[in-house]
């Protein structure tokens, strides 16, 4: 069962527990999640950026994935760098390495299948294809409705 199978089995069996998840991060989902991450993004801690790391990506998954399966994967300490606000202060902004964002997208992927079955439609907070505008548009419909319906 892959990270469909999941979904499909957190939205029919509410009462399923995932206690056995690591399988899920398969060589295809490795390269799934690398092919997510921005491909313009400024280069990790580690130096490489998404198309150097796309050059060595066939070579790269299997030895990645055998060292998250055998317990050897250690994610890179991330740089922490700071950019200014508008307001003076200061945001800190952690910058991790490729390999790092790959692994952490493939394990949002995985509890995303599991997750996003428990919330309800008009929850549009950190999920996926929503955004605050969505929230914002059907906020509106909804007044627009009730006021329609009002006069």
Do not use: C
């Not at 509410?14 to 989902?29: C, E, G, K, S, V």
């Not at 921005?38 to 998954?61: F, K, S």
């Amino acid at each position: 069962m892959g990270h469909e199978g999941v979904r499909e089995k957190a939205r029919n069996d509410l009462r399923a527990r995932f206690t056995a998840l690591l399988h899920h991060i398969t060589p295809a989902l490795l390269v799934e999640s690398f092919h997510a991450l921005r491909h313009n993004a400024a280069a990790g801690v580690d130096g490489r950026t998404w198309r150097e790391y796309e050059t060595m990506l066939a070579q790269r998954v299997p030895i990645l994935h055998r060292e998250i399966h055998a317990g050897a994967y250690r994610a890179q300490p991330s740089r922490r760098v700071y950019i200014p606000k508008a307001d003076g202060k200061l945001r800190p902004l952690g910058i991790a390495a490729i390999e790092d964002k790959i692994v952490q997208q493939a394990v949002v992927t995985v509890l995303t299948a599991i997750y996003e079955a428990d919330f309800l439609g008009f929850s549009y907070g950190f999920r996926p294809g929503r955004s605050q505008h969505d929230a914002l548009d059907a906020l509106s419909m909804g007044i627009k409705g009730r006021m329609s319906t009002a006069i």
